[in-house]
């Protein structure tokens, strides 16, 4: 079996990494929210360690690497046209 790797975070001079990361609010958030956070520890492993504070009441559903602009999102657009269809 291929054995997968997980890519590692890029970190800064401190060895801290910048995250976009995608959620819906738990336990059935219905828009899909996502927020940058900035200066987090890095495991050893590589992989980001997200504050349980932050992690509270989220589905998490993806972390990205760096500061991303999210464009649209699944959903958005089918909400966008039933106002189209409904004004």
Request: aromatic share 0%; net charge neutral.
């Given at each position: 079996m291929t054995e997968v790797t997980q890519p590692l975070a890029t970190?800064?001079?401190?060895?801290?990494?910048?995250?976009?990361v995608l959620f819906y609010d738990a336990p059935a958030g219905l828009s899909m929210n996502n927020t940058v956070l900035k200066g987090l520890n890095v495991s050893a492993a590589?992989?980001?360690?997200?504050p349980d504070e932050f992690r509270e009441g989220k589905s998490i559903?993806?972390?990205?690497?760096?500061e991303c602009t999210v464009l649209n999102?699944?959903?958005e657009r089918v909400y966008s046209q039933q106002k189209l269809v409904g004004s």
């Open positions: 970190v800064d001079k401190d060895n801290k990494a910048t995250v976009t590589g992989r980001v360690i997200l559903i993806a972390v990205l690497d760096g999102t699944l959903g």
